[in-house]
T-cell receptor, first 118, second 108 residues
Framework: GAVVSQHPSWVICKSGTSVKIECRSL??????MFWYRQFPKQSLMLMAT?????????EQGVEKDKFLINHASLTLSTLTVTSAHPEDSSFYIC??????????????FGPGTRLTVT | GIQVEQSPPDLILQEGANSTLRCNFS?????LQWFHQNPWGQLINLFY???GTKQNGRLSATTVATERYSLLYISSSQTTDSGVYFC??????????FGPGTRLSALP
């Protein structure tokens, strides 16, 4: 149980274009989903938290207009990187947390999406 | 915000050796998780352990919440144990903060 998928697993795009990344909880309802970014040989940094049907909460320093997050259902959240630039190249990882377990705070992570902007 | 430290930053082991990884955190937490990030980037849940002790095969973990630290034990290491081990904590609904990680290389 507790499987989270991401699509695509890797993407290459040209500078100035937009890219959408999907995060799905496959076998549970995710009341809260999280988006992280990880640069090479660094730890994960939380970008934003989203609850189904609500606006996402962004961490300090993360541009809301650049990283659009939509949590339209209890099983799907999307991250759109708008007007991508080479400095946006990174490994993006989503996670999900549901209320189906006694351990309400445990998070499950997707396999990540590697974005390269040329 | 809460601070998370991990030690050692790097660890090289011969196959079959045992190791202990440490995670220190600066405030009380309601969630602490240990993860293994494999070479492809996938984070594997190892333990959800805000307090107490758990064991799963060759791995075990102990969190002493009152002293704000957690330990991950790896026994009889195998080459497949290589990767980065992260601990992450949740401070009662605030940010889920990751430590810097311990990079483990288990050599044959």
């Amino acid at each position: 149980g507790a499987v989270v998928s991401q699509h695509p697993s890797w993407v290459i795009c040209k500078s100035g274009t937009s890219v959408k990344i999907e995060c799905r909880s496959l076998d549970f309802q995710a009341t809260t989903m999280f988006w992280y970014r990880q640069f090479p040989k660094q730890s994960l940094m939380l970008m934003a938290t989203s609850n189904e049907g609500s606006k996402a909460t962004y961490e300090q320093g993360v541009e809301k207009d650049k990283f659009l997050i939509n949590h339209a259902s209890l099983t799907l959240s999307t991250l759109t990187v708008t007007s991508a630039h080479p400095e946006d190249s990174s490994f993006y990882i989503c996670s999900a947390r549901g209320d189906w377990t006694v351990q309400d705070y445990e998070q499950y992570f997707g396999p990540g999406t590697r974005l390269t902007v040329t | 915000g809460i601070q998370v430290e991990q030690s050692p930053p790097d660890l090289i082991l011969q196959e079959g050796a045992n190791s202990t990884l440490r995670c220190n955190f600066s405030d009380s937490v309601n969630n602490l998780q240990w993860f293994h990030q494999n070479p492809w980037g996938q984070l594997i849940n190892l333990f959800y352990i805000p307090s107490g002790t758990k064991q799963n095969g060759r791995l075990s973990a102990t969190t002493v919440a009152t002293e704000r630290y957690s330990l991950l034990y790896i026994s009889s290491s195998q080459t497949t144990d290589s990767g980065v081990y992260f601990c992450a904590v949740d401070n009662y609904g605030q940010n889920f903060v990751f430590g810097p990680g311990t990079r483990l290389s288990a050599l044959p």
